[in-house]
Antibody
């Protein structure tokens, strides 16, 4: 059973870079076949896809965030990471790491981390 | 970007009711649609993918239908544990979620 766990600072200052890591257990990122996503949820609001990465390092980002987002993968640690630069209060949200299905079901997110609240405040 | 519009945004229902939630895509997405259930403080749970395929372990009272631009999620007999917020999501082109539908107790 694949499990994902987010880690990183819960408080980030405005204009700084938000950095989160997702550690995967119960499955290997390098085995391929899956896209590994970051998704966020503003307090009391809906879900927003940030981007995803393939084990090879290929990335796809939400156009609305693309200029500020970097997603990377470290297969040796079985982790993938999110960096979001120049944050403002509008980036305060619960951040989830997640994994979709295989093949044409890649976008159906069956595995989610528990989520981590990141607050942007001075 | 493809926009997903859910309706209604919220409604009240009673245990045992049959309920339907609608999701419309701004352009055709074939059957690349998923439905999720989310309860407060929890991560979303995948219910249905490929518009109508029930995820393993999900009760059969949940069903999905549609293709192209119009989709529905139906709960045939609402149970107490089904009071939650439901999201549709397309994965035809990147990923986009609908705004959510909150199902509340009447």
């Amino acid at each position: 059973q694949v499990q994902l766990q987010e880690s990183g600072p819960g408080l980030v200052k405005p204009s700084q870079t938000l950095s989160l890591t997702c550690t995967v257990s119960g499955g290997s990122i390098s085995s391929g076949g899956y896209y590994w996503s970051w998704i966020r949820q503003h307090p009391g609001k809906g879900l927003e896809w940030i981007g995803y990465i393939y084990y090879s390092g290929s990335t796809y980002y939400n156009p609305s965030l693309k200029s500020r987002v970097t997603i990377s993968v470290d297969t040796s640690k079985n982790q993938f990471s999110l960096k979001l630069s120049s944050v403002t209060a509008a980036d305060t949200a619960v951040y989830y790491c997640a994994r979709g299905g295989s093949g044409s079901y890649f976008g159906a997110i069956g595995y989610w981390g528990q989520g981590t609240l990141v607050t942007v405040s001075s | 970007a493809i926009r997903m519009t859910q309706s209604p945004s919220s409604f009240s229902a009673s245990t045992g009711d049959r309920v339907t939630i609608t999701c419309r895509a701004s352009q055709g997405i074939s059957s690349y649609l998923a439905w999720y259930q989310q309860k407060p403080g929890k991560a979303p749970k995948l219910l249905i993918y490929a518009a109508s395929t029930l995820q393993s372990g999900v009760p059969s009272r949940f069903s999905g239908s549609g293709s192209g631009t119009d989709f529905t999620l139906t709960i045939s007999c609402l149970q107490s544990e089904d009071f939650a917020t439901y999201y549709c999501q397309q994965y035809y082109s990147s990923l986009t979620f609908g705004g959510g539908t909150k199902v509340e107790i009447k």
